[in-house]
């Protein structure tokens, strides 16, 4: 990139970077630091202003930059994850969004520890949780890392390197000093200029193609060099039959994962009621909707105009296609409003991937302290405020996410995350689905279940092409490769539901139906909710 589009850009981050900085100054000078204020910021938001949050949480940089440049290498095969994501709100809604609300206080655990032996449901529910997050945090870094290296020429490590643990530290500051008042602002003003910039960028696409989305498909397929085959299904997913399970798997984490991310449920108690949390699920539906259909036009139109070899010749993985699209669309990389489309659209990035590391080291600090901590220290020593061991707590996760982001900085963004959603599917959702649903689950059914899902998941992941075994893996001179598919949710998320079984039909102790029938009541009617 030539100097005029590093120094905009950098200095459009520095813009943000400091109005956000600003609104967490701001919140912390006016927090009364108790544990509802730093968790849920007060329960005072509106359903429209957490809509915009959780649209913020939720449009990822797997979002914007992962899934236009899965589109822009395979295609069809890429827009599946267009699909699988936004379907997934689905399951959301209708599923765990009031019920969550009314039966929890501030984590999953507290949902799942209603009803069961608080200790080591909050213990497996906790750990659960903060893995989850980590896993989502490295997706985020490595689209940091990609965006920065663009934007210095590409070639940097070290300026990837020093832009992973930038982030890591703005999240840190960002969570240890507004908690989740400042960290909802920050998800607005992001949601808005993601869905400006997106409006733009798809606006200016089919501008260039005069409004003809199929011969915006068809120069697309032309230039990618697989001709018509790339706007049908198995350019990615359709070799041979691992490849079919693979995709099955990624659809099956997808659509079941969004219901257990941590950094999403923790939204719908940011509201004063149950009514407005399945409100705020409406707003960010429609939110999310619209963008998700955006990136099928961006993904499309950075094959179409930028072309899969530029794109693949930027980032192997795909995750600088959006930024490339914007600066052909503004006028190229000579011209002023090429620079000034590419460095809009990468501050853009550049500020949901602030926002979103935020939202998730928020949701796994109040894991640690909420949760691990909690059931974990000895009762004859001092306690901590819970706060204060939150804020800890986002230190060390900061430091665990920065090195793995460093680690897996060649992996696409959108595929990270969708480990990340195989592990919450496998984990949280059985419990949580089983603690809401099921009158005779007891406490080693649930602590079965989250372990039970967790812990194969983790390892199909470690055994799968992703860790070692291909030139593309994280450590390609290993080889440990034993499991094929890339993603293990088709096998791990059964497993989770059948450990819970499991662990309930073998249980010496009787279900509580006294707890059951209390949970059951204020899970639909809300009396006696937080």
């Given amino acids: 990139m030539t100097g005029n589009h590093q120094t905009l850009a950098l200095l459009l981050f520095c813009v943000f970077v400091a109005i956000t900085l600003g609104i967490t100054t701001w919140v912390s000078r006016h927090r009364h630091g108790s544990a509802e204020e730093f968790y849920a910021g007060g329960r005072l938001f509106s359903p429209m202003e957490n809509g915009f949050a959780i649209a913020g949480d939720y449009m990822s940089a797997a979002s914007f930059l992962g899934i236009s440049g899965l589109i822009a290498l395979f295609g069809y095969d890429g827009l599946l994850y267009s699909v699988g994501f936004l379907v997934a709100w689905l399951v959301v809604l209708f599923l765990v969004a009031e019920l969550?609300?009314?039966?929890?206080?501030?984590?999953?655990?507290?949902?799942?520890?209603?009803?069961?032996?608080?200790?080591?449901?909050?213990?497996?529910?906790?750990?659960?949780?903060?893995?989850?997050?980590?896993?989502?945090?490295?997706?985020?870094?490595?689209?940091?890392?990609?965006?920065?290296?663009?934007?210095?020429?590409?070639?940097s490590e070290a300026a990837q390197a020093w832009t992973v643990i930038g982030v890591g530290a703005l999240m840190v500051v960002y969570v240890s000093f507004g908690g989740m008042r400042a960290t909802t602002w920050i998800q607005i003003v992001k949601a808005v200029l993601l869905m400006g910039g997106a409006i733009a960028l798809t606006v200016l696409v089919l501008m260039r193609f005069h409004g003809d989305f199929d011969q915006l498909l068809r120069t697309a397929a032309g230039r990618s060099g697989h001709g018509d085959s790339f706007l049908a299904p198995g350019l990615k997913y359709g070799g041979d039959w691992t490849a079919r399970l693979d995709f099955i798997s990624l659809g099956l984490a997808l659509v079941l994962g969004t219901a257990g991310l941590p950094h999403i449920l923790s939204r719908f108690y940011t509201v004063p009621t149950a009514r407005a949390a399945r409100r705020s699920v409406v707003w960010s539906i429609g939110l999310i909707g619209a963008f998700y259909l955006m990136t099928i036009v961006l993904g499309f139109g950075a094959a179409a105009i930028v072309?899969?070899?530029?794109?693949?010749?930027?980032?192997?993985?795909?995750?600088?296609?959006?930024?490339?699209?914007?600066?052909?669309?503004?006028?190229?990389?000579a011209s002023t409003g090429g620079t000034v489309l590419f460095a809009i659209v990468a501050a853009i990035a550049f500020a949901t991937i602030l926002a979103v590391v935020a939202g998730i080291t928020l949701a796994s600090s109040a894991s640690v302290a909420h949760d691990l901590?909690?059931?974990?220290?000895?009762?004859?020593?001092?306690?901590?405020?819970?706060?204060?061991?939150?804020?800890?707590?986002?230190v060390g996760i900061g430091v665990v996410a920065i090195a793995l982001g460093l680690l897996a900085r060649d992996l696409n963004v959108a595929f990270l995350v969708g480990l990340a959603f195989a592990v919450a599917a496998s984990a949280n959702l059985p419990v949580l689905l089983y603690s809401l649903f099921w009158r005779n689950f007891t406490t080693r059914g649930a602590v079965w279940s989250v372990y039970g899902g967790l812990v194969p998941a983790l390892v199909l992941v470690v055994l799968s092409p992703v860790v070692s075994g291909s030139p593309a893996s994280l450590f390609p001179g290993v080889d440990l490769q034993y499991f094929p598919l890339e993603n293990p949710g088709l096998v791990s998320i059964p497993l989770g539901f059948l450990a819970g079984w499991l662990g309930t039909v073998t249980s010496a102790e009787p279900p509580d139906e006294a707890k059951h029938a209390e949970t059951e009541v204020r899970a639909l009617t809300g009396a006696g909710a937080v």
């Avoid at 903060?130 to 989502?136: D, F, M, P």
């Avoid at 004859?380 to 819970?386: A, F, G």
């Fill in 307 to 333: 072309g899969p070899d530029a794109v693949r010749g930027s980032n192997a993985a795909g995750n600088t296609a959006v930024p490339l699209l914007a600066l052909d669309l503004g006028g190229g990389a």
């Fill in 373 to 394: 901590y909690a059931s974990l220290r000895r009762r004859r020593s001092k306690p901590r405020s819970e706060v204060s061991v939150a804020r800890t707590a986002a």
């Fill in 100 to 155: 969550v609300r009314n039966c929890g206080r501030f984590t999953l655990a507290d949902v799942v520890a209603a009803r069961m032996s608080e200790r080591p449901v909050r213990i497996a529910a906790g750990t659960s949780s903060v893995t989850v997050s980590v896993l989502y945090l490295v997706a985020q870094m490595v689209g940091a890392g990609s965006l920065v290296a663009l934007l210095l020429g590409g070639t």
